[in-house]
């Protein structure tokens, strides 16, 4: 026992340094916090980070909001406590409504918040919030707490890495990124969101509106990326807090008008795309279309699908086996399977030259790891010619489990096809639309004349942050959804 003692006092002890010699002053309390990295680090983890989360999740393209939230960025981190750190701002082109920070001063506003916001001052309260996430270094803290934990619990729970090369959103550290801040870290941006948001200008109050929108649609996770509630811990009374705050920055402040924006805001989404884009590929009904690079492949039945720009994922339920399907930097099927091996370190056990719907085609066998442990995979693969481009499939399982799903995943790889139903070709996707009111009426009676069908009246009102029973005026600018 004595040399387990002697390990507990030492590692007790080293981490007792690192505590001491870890500490920053956070920008924003003034007092000491524990961080493993410096602001150097922190700059560098972020620019790291930047490129692989647009990969991840694909960058919408929209130059007069970007700009926008750039300007209004700049100008607020300049007001900021890190006045001096150059941020970055980024849509993704993502449904899901989240709004995320990571070290360094990368913010991210998906499409799907931004089509939830209803004026200027809202999407400024958040990104005030986010910004505060930056400033006090929130995400810093928790990487150094994880990594202090990781130190002490040596022997702990060790993570399977069965599937970690082939699923491309496992890299390392990623998982840091979507954390869940404390209550505390939460009011704490809450606070310098308000702050921020009313230093520039903007009515704070209507931050505090948006949150109860997002109670209100209570979203849960979809799409590979947390929702902003899912990633941002509702405390209960977040909306009083923020509305009490808000009411003594416009009491101290005192400017003669808080700004809101909702026309001007309105007008710049005006188009944006609306829940997924058919375009960057879709599954119905079993089957996945991919509209743009004119292929479609079948789904197995009762698995779940995950779509991103650089890759589609297929798992079952139980987590025990993983289609991956990806496009290969090689011209030919053959170089791609040799350079996909090396990659993913993967020993050849069987190959072949082979036909998939008339294309030509390379598969393989192949498997990593040491017989009876739980790294032990084996991956059935087909490197498939199509339109001057090569797509890969790997069908991966335990070995021990590989039998009852190589069946599933061949069915799979060989039902790739050439696409040319044109339904599924012309597919478009839903954009928002942004049109005004010609005669005063109840919201339901104005969405009714604008076109909007029955069945999407709660969702429009929720989308428009108003009851169905609500008075609008003539002239308002209501938000309504086309599929062209």
Not at 32 to 55: C, F, N, T
Not at 341 to 348: G, P
Not at 366 to 395: C, K, M, N, P, W
Request: net charge negative; proline share 5%.
């Amino acid at each position: 026992m004595r040399p387990i003692n002697n390990l507990l006092k030492f590692l007790t002890f080293f981490a007792i340094i690192i505590i001491l010699y870890s500490c920053a002053v956070n920008p924003v309390t003034g007092r000491r916090q524990l961080a493993l990295m410096s602001e150097q680090q922190e700059i560098a983890m972020g620019k790291e980070y930047d490129p692989q989360i647009v990969s991840m999740f694909g960058e919408y393209k929209d130059d007069q909001l970007l700009a926008f939230i750039t300007e209004k960025g700049t100008e607020m981190g300049k007001i900021s406590h890190r006045p001096n750190l150059q941020y970055h701002f980024r849509i993704l082109d993502s449904p899901v409504v989240n709004a995320f920070a990571v070290p360094g001063g990368y913010l991210y506003f998906t499409r799907g918040i931004l089509a939830q916001f209803n004026n200027e001052a809202e999407l400024i309260g958040v990104l005030g919030h986010e910004m505060g996430h930056v400033t006090a270094r929130h995400t810093v803290t928790q990487q150094s707490r994880q990594q202090l934990s990781q130190l002490l619990l040596i022997g702990g729970m060790i993570a399977s890495e069965t599937f970690r090369d082939f699923a491309g959103y496992a890299m390392q550290g990623m998982q840091l990124l979507f954390l869940k801040y404390s209550r505390d870290h939460e009011r704490e941006s809450d606070r310098l969101g308000v702050e921020y948001a009313s230093k520039i200008g903007y009515d704070p109050q209507q931050m505090a509106n948006f949150f109860n929108v997002l109670d209100k649609m209570n979203p849960g996770e979809s799409g590979g990326i947390p929702t902003f509630l899912s990633t941002h811990p509702d405390p209960g009374d977040r909306y009083k807090d923020v509305t009490r705050m808000a009411n003594e920055w416009k009491e101290k402040l005192d400017k003669p008008e808080w700004q809101v924006n909702e026309n001007s805001y309105l007008r710049m989404i005006d188009g944006i795309i609306y829940g997924e884009d058919p375009r960057q590929g879709f599954e119905e009904s079993g089957v996945f279309y991919h509209p743009e690079l004119r292929f479609r492949f079948a789904v197995p039945s009762g698995w779940r699908l995950l779509n991103a720009p650089t890759q589609v994922q297929m798992a079952p339920q139980d987590g025990q086996a993983l289609v991956v399907f990806t496009l290969s930097q090689q011209n030919s099927a053959e170089a791609a399977a040799r350079e996909s091996l090396e990659a993913l370190q993967l020993k050849l056990l069987e190959s072949g030259s082979t036909s998939v719907n008339g294309m030509p085609a390379v598969a393989t066998v192949s498997e990593r790891g040491t017989a009876g442990t739980q790294e032990h995979i084996r991956v059935l693969s087909h490197f498939i010619e199509y339109d001057g481009r090569v797509y890969v499939f790997h069908g991966v399982a335990p070995a021990p489990a590989f039998g009852n799903q190589a069946g599933v995943f061949e069915t799979t790889m060989k039902s790739f096809n050439r696409l040319t139903d044109a339904s599924k070709l012309n597919r478009q996707p839903v954009r928002l639309r942004v049109r005004e009111v010609k005669q005063s009426a109840t919201l339901a009676e104005a969405l009714r004349s604008l076109g909007v069908p029955q069945g999407q009246l709660e969702e429009m009102a929720l989308l428009n942050n108003l009851d169905l029973n609500d008075r609008v005026q003539s002239g308002r600018l209501l938000k309504t959804l086309s599929e062209y």
